[in-house]
């Protein structure tokens, strides 16, 4: 029995404790520890201060243009501009030849319209803007405004005689002379030769 009263076992009944082996802390590496950047950790909390996880700026992407269409009314072509042609250039009317008279003297008389041929022809109301022929006739056989010759519409050549002393004549190739009368003009024809009472012309074309 113990000092307290309790019973006691006997001896080697109870093991002894034996004593708690000491644990060595192992050691600890020096790559082990993380340095923590200064004002990071608050040691007297217990608080760790965290870095928010940066997050990358990310563009938003435009979504490419959609093509516009212009729909056409229906029924209705698509109207397509029409360049305009330059008008082609006028094509010139072709000069019909031309008549001449050839004079005793060798002289031209170039007939480009209406003449009047006489010693000393005037115009008259049938004929305002008449060329004006005067020729030489050492006989006097030619009236003062004897005869005209007119270029007609067709380019054609017409002697009229305009009621002359001596009258007028055409003698055509390979054709008798005639006369022509006042009021019923003749045709002339190329290389025919006319008469002025006794003064004599003859007719060319080109």
Known sequence: MTDDGFLAPPPGLVPTPRK??????????????????PGLADFDSGTFKVEPPRRERVEREEPPAEPVFFPTPMGLPPVIPVQEE?????????????????????SFQLLERTTLIGRDPSASGE????????????????????????VDASGG????????TNGSYIAQPDAEEIEVEPGAPQAVQPG????????????QRD
């Open 86 to 106: 330059a008008p082609a250039p006028p094509v010139g009317r072709r000069s019909a030849p031309a008549w001449r008279l050839a004079l005793p003297d060798g």
């Open 20 to 37: 708690a082996e000491e644990v060595k802390p192992e050691p600890v590496a020096e790559d082990d520890f993380i340095s923590l950047p």
């Open 127 to 150: 004929w305002p803007d008449a060329v004006l022929l005067a020729v030489t006739d050492a006989a006097k056989s030619v009236s003062k405004t004897h005869a005209a010759l007119e």
């Open 157 to 164: 050549l017409v002697l009229h005689d305009l009621n002359s």
């Open 192 to 203: 025919a030769q006319l008469g002025f009472g006794e003064y004599t012309v003859t007719v």
